[in-house]
């Protein structure tokens, strides 16, 4: 257990429409990312937030967005949902801000299903 | 181009057989660091190593076993005596600078399925 927690673990949905992810870091962690994995496109980064603030940005479509509350939770919606956003949605943590400062932890996954 | 490239996309062994999983880089950074993650079937990333760029040494932890060039850019991960719960999608990853954005990502090869048989 990487003490790296998401909800829902499956999220299933139609086109067209919007979800929100939930991710809890480890205690004490400042650092939360956010990652897809998709069969053709492997594990790709989507953004880091640190300590309540956007530090880094990937991948990410503009139909996706993503915050990070004071107690340091995260959230990504995703909008306008296509097929192709059918995934597993990975939040990691860690406690330094520079990404390859630190090991990140993963969590879970939420797997997302659009038909 | 590829920045993180693992060639092997699957590899299966008997238990108990030694196995290497590839791992080769290109960044342009001379400070970079060096990441090896565990996909077991339940589908969680599990942290094995990370390693900086300026530490060539070879580190063993149990059965597992990293090998760092810089002069080929290879980072390559052996499992001594495998086991059955080595089955698993292993991934190497790099940490990049973004060019002029001032921040830092991980980027992921497509990894390698291993599977171990009894």
């Known amino acids: 257990d990487s003490g790296v927690t998401q909800t829902p673990k499956h999220l299933i949905t139609a086109t067209g429409q919007r979800v929100t992810l939930r991710c809890s870091p480890r205690?004490?962690?400042?650092?939360v990312y956010w990652y897809q994995q998709s069969l053709d496109q492997g594990l790709q980064f989507l953004i880091q937030?640190?300590?309540?603030?956007?530090?880094a940005k990937g991948n990410i479509l503009e139909r996706f967005s993503a915050q990070q509350f004071p107690d340091l939770h995260s959230e990504l919606n995703l909008s306008s949902l296509e097929l192709g956003d059918s995934a597993l949605y990975f939040c990691?943590?860690?406690?330094?801000?520079?990404?390859?400062?630190?090991?990140?932890?993963f969590g879970p996954g939420t797997r997302l299903t659009v038909l | 181009a590829q920045k993180v490239t693992q060639a092997q996309t699957e590899i299966s062994v008997v238990e108990k057989e030694d196995v290497t999983l590839d791992c080769v880089y290109e960044?342009?950074?001379?400070?970079?660091?060096l990441f090896w993650y565990k996909q077991p079937p339940s589908g969680e990333l599990v942290f094995l190593i990370r390693?900086?760029?300026?530490?060539?040494q070879n580190e063993i932890s149990g059965r597992y076993s990293w090998n760092f060039q810089k002069s080929t850019s290879s980072f390559n991960f052996t499992i001594t005596a495998s086991q059955v719960v080595d089955s698993a999608v292993y991934f190497c990853?790099?940490?990049?600078?973004?060019?002029?954005?001032?921040?830092?990502?991980?980027?992921f090869g497509t990894g390698t399925r291993l599977l171990v048989s009894p």
């Open positions: 390693r900086n760029s300026f530490d060539e």
């Open positions: 990853a790099l940490s990049e600078w973004g060019m002029n954005t001032g921040f830092q990502k991980l980027v």
């Open positions: 960044t342009r950074d001379t400070t970079y660091y």
């Open positions: 990691a943590s860690s406690a330094q801000e520079i990404a390859g400062d630190n090991e990140q932890f």
């Open positions: 937030y640190y300590n309540g603030e956007e530090r």
């Open positions: 205690s004490g962690d400042l650092s």
